[in-house]
């Protein structure tokens, strides 16, 4: 248990400071080139969906940390069962017991983000092509519509 304290308190220092860069990070440099541009949005997103991880994870531990303090770390918060102790030390921060741990994955598929936001910036809402009366979204409705 003092193990799994000192490896949580690790864990949200490390991702306290990590979220603390992401925040500094500079939003507002000039860029020469559109493939400069383009490669600032690219790594926007994937520094969005880092830190989007990051903000789980430091939930996570957060509500492990929680659960140490009332007394109930340990236990699955779904059915309540004893949580591995070797799954403990290694996820201190595991909310479930394996099996539900594996029905949530099984039923919940997280896709690794990169590919959908590709296919994303370039359509407009709906599908024009589908309509025979035309787009119903106007010109200024594009979600990327030039601004130069
Ligand atoms: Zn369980």
């Not at 308190?9 to 939003?27: H, K, V």
């Not at 509500?63 to 109930?72: E, H």
């Amino acid at each position: 248990m003092a193990a799994a304290r000192k490896a949580l308190l690790e864990e949200r220092s490390r991702l306290r400071d990590e979220l603390a860069i992401a925040i500094e990070a500079p939003g507002q440099m000039t860029y020469g080139s559109q493939a400069a541009a383009a490669t600032h949005v690219f790594e926007q997103q994937r520094d969005l969906a880092l830190r989007g991880r990051s903000e789980n994870q430091l939930a996570l531990v957060e509500a492990a940390l929680a659960r140490i303090d009332d007394g109930r770390f340990g236990a699955c918060v779904r059915c309540g069962q004893p949580v591995a102790p070797e799954r403990l030390e290694a996820l201190p921060w595991a909310e479930h017991c394996i099996d539900c741990a594996r029905l949530r994955s099984g039923s919940r598929r997280h896709r690794p983000n990169g590919s959908s936001a590709s296919l994303r910036s370039a359509k407009p809402p709906g599908d024009s092509r589908a309509s025979p009366c035309g787009p119903h979204w106007s010109r200024t409705d594009r979600p990327n519509a030039p601004t130069s």
